[in-house]
């Protein structure tokens, strides 16, 4: 298994712990941890690239990656109330759909790559999730950034949900729909 690939199953594993020490009320190192976490999504696929390491398995499993991890940080925070239910199913909605796009595309040997929009929505939910985790500190209330992101994420999430089923239509349309 090369360095990247590495590196996501790295991130997969990090998510049970992030979850208990989340749980266990050690918020800061929790927080650390996602943002280490984090970190290997830019780090495994700009080594991916630049060493000509990327493989099948990592075009499949780095996306998934990102997604349980940012997904099981925005379980703990509706579990905590500081993210609304609502949001949490938007989210979830749009990666289901996204991720079965990519399974339907890939049985017919297609990849289909992230776009800006999807790219900037990952951004914005690696921004928002450790502010929204720490309270938005530093700045506390003296001006609610961890709001901002989390709406400009949620925004994104549906912009980006929509722009991946126009552009990728014709998957739909293949399957009888």
Known sequence: MNLPNKLTVIRVLAVPF????????????????FCVA??????????????GL??????????LADKIIVIA??????????????MLIVILAREFIVSGLRIVAAADGNVIAAGLSGKLKTITQMLAIP??????????????LDQVLLWICVILTIISGAEYVYKNKNIFLKGGI
Not at 18 to 33: E, K, Q
Not at 138 to 143: C, D, K, Q, R
């Open 18 to 33: 992030f979850v208990v020490i989340y749980s266990l009320g050690y918020t800061v190192l929790a927080t650390i941890l």
């Open 54 to 63: 990327v493989t099948n398995f990592g075009k499949i499993m780095d996306p």
């Open 131 to 144: 502010l929204l985790l720490l309270n938005n500190w530093p700045l506390g209330n003296s001006f609610p």
């Open 38 to 51: 984090s970190a290997t999504d830019a780090l495994d696929g700009y080594i991916a690239r630049k060493r």
């Open 73 to 86: 940080a925005f379980v703990m925070l509706v579990e905590d109330k500081k993210v609304a239910g609502w």
